[in-house]
């Protein structure tokens, strides 16, 4: 089992739609959280920390759920410049560096 | 600059020759890693430094791969013997602690190509 696992998709929205996106890992010891965005060829950003409470940064809400280790990110009114990779990203006890799921691809259309 | 700086940014080299890339961290930041990504997969953590502590090597992949962090600032990491499996982005990332939740800020990657 991959420590963080999420759905590739394509995700394929309209503008203006909500979308939300879910990652589960798999060391119940991690403590932070996070998503990263990636655009087509080019380096991570840091989209938004998850801190326990859940957090809301404008358009963005990320969730985080100890008990069953999922993270989730929600995306209102969808913009065509929301297109792009989703990383979602755990750093936990004894590890040295973030660890990465593999991506959630979106795309909002016209 | 302000950001994480690596060059070269792209790379083609023939199989069995060695390369190296270079990474320079954000000023002040204790903490660099590098990571690989192939074509349209995850990041690959390969190394990290912390400080003047020993590296965490536990992410390379053979022993064609290396890593040195000289005065806790500039890194390089070197691929000896290149073969077409290495061929992928290279990212370098750097941060101001090790603690968990240290935000790491990436460079913009060095593209390797290995014909």
């Known amino acids: 089992r991959k420590e963080v696992e999420q759905d590739p998709g394509p995700f394929n929205v309209p503008e203006g739609a909500t979308v939300a996106f879910n990652c589960t890992y798999s060391n119940s010891a991690s403590q932070s959280f996070f998503w990263y965005r990636q655009d087509c060829r080019k380096e991570p950003k840091l989209l938004m920390s998850v801190y326990s409470s859940g957090n809301e940064d404008g358009r963005f809400t990320a969730q985080l759920n100890r008990a069953s280790q999922y993270i989730s990110l929600l995306i209102r009114d969808s913009k065509l410049s929301d297109s792009a990779t989703y990383l979602c990203?755990?750093?936990?006890?004894?590890?040295?560096?973030?660890?990465f799921g593999s991506g959630t691809r979106l795309q909002v259309q016209p | 600059g302000a950001g994480v700086s690596q060059s070269p940014s792209n790379k083609v080299t023939e199989k069995g020759k060695d390369v190296e890339l270079r990474c320079d961290p954000i000023?002040?930041?204790?903490?660099l890693y590098w990571y690989r990504q192939s074509l349209g997969q995850g990041l690959e953590f390969l190394i990290y430094?912390?400080?003047?502590?020993?590296?965490?090597k536990s992410g390379l992949p053979s022993d064609r791969f290396s890593a040195e962090r000289t005065g806790g600032s500039v890194s390089t990491l070197t691929i000896q013997r290149t073969q077409q499996e290495d061929s992928a982005v290279y990212l370098c990332?750097?941060?101001?602690?090790?603690?968990?939740?240290?935000?790491?800020?990436f460079g913009a990657g060095t593209r390797l190509s290995v014909l």
């Open positions: 990203v755990v750093n936990g006890p004894g590890r040295r560096a973030l660890t």
């Open positions: 430094f912390q400080g003047n502590s020993a590296p965490d």
């Open positions: 000023s002040g930041h204790t903490a």
């Open positions: 990332a750097s941060s101001l602690a090790l603690a968990g939740g240290s935000i790491q800020y």
